[in-house]
């Protein structure tokens, strides 16, 4: 697609329910980032990929978070038995490369609002 | 205290003025990126920068590696450029950033 793709852009849960969400990344990427922005704060990094693998998941909060890319392409990020403190907009974003200065330039989703009430 | 501080938090300014935000950061970096968010929307980069100056049209990002220390200008501001400015740093090549707070801007007609 002409840019990446985020969905849900809004999904509604109640505590202690399993949700994922997806990111389509611009085509031939091969780096794709999760970030995940609370109310009023900056991003916080989650993990990322390089290919179909986790090149770092340090930012993962816990092990009730999980991110998957199994063919280098789409990317889907789980989140299970979710609790009121994982609200927030999760952000996805790829790159040509993963930081190289002439083609790492980051293009992000619109993000997935995710509220748990 | 954060890695990435940015200045001001919040600026209002008129239409046509002349708007310098500011970003200092406390680590190694490879690259510096400048974001920009409209409200409710999504995030887009502005700049990607490891020394020096990069102009796209109105906008001019300036980076001093050996303080630290990097700035975005607008020149000709217009009430389309009311958003939040972002300053995110990486210090490895690998793109996985550390976030400023953002300063929120807004320019009146």
Do not use: C, V, Y
């Given at each position: 697609g002409a840019g990446v793709s985020q969905t849900p852009s809004n999904k509604v849960t109640e505590k202690g329910k399993y949700v994922e969400l997806r990111c389509d990344p611009i085509s031939g990427h091969t780096a794709l980032y999760w970030y995940r922005q609370s109310l009023g704060q900056g991003p916080e990094f989650l993990i990322y990929f390089q290919g179909t693998g986790?090149?770092?998941?340090?930012?993962?909060?816990?092990?009730r978070f999980f991110a998957v890319r199994p063919e280098g392409s789409v990317s889907t990020l789980k989140i299970q038995?979710?609790?009121?403190?994982?609200?927030a907009v999760y952000l996805c974003a790829s790159s040509?490369?993963?930081?190289?200065?002439?083609?790492g330039e980051l293009f992000f989703g619109e993000g997935s609002r995710l509220t748990v009430l | 205290k954060n890695e990435v501080e940015q200045s001001p938090q919040n600026l209002t300014a008129q239409e046509g003025e002349f708007i310098t935000i500011n970003c200092s950061y406390s680590v190694g970096i490879s690259a510096l990126h400048w974001l920009q968010q409209h409200p409710g929307g999504g995030i887009v980069s502005l700049f990607m920068l490891s020394s020096g100056k990069k102009k796209h049209g109105r906008l001019i990002a300036t980076i001093n590696i050996q303080e630290k220390h990097s700035s975005l200008h607008i020149t000709a501001?217009?009430?389309?450029?009311s958003a939040v400015y972002i300053c995110a740093v990486d210090g490895?090549?690998?793109?996985?950033l550390i976030f400023g707070t953002g300063t929120l801007l807004a320019v009146q007609p």
């Open positions: 986790a090149a770092d998941d340090s930012g993962l909060p816990n092990d038995r979710t609790e009121r403190g994982d609200s040509q490369t993963s930081g190289a200065i002439d083609t | 501001s217009h009430p389309r450029d490895g090549a690998t793109n996985k």
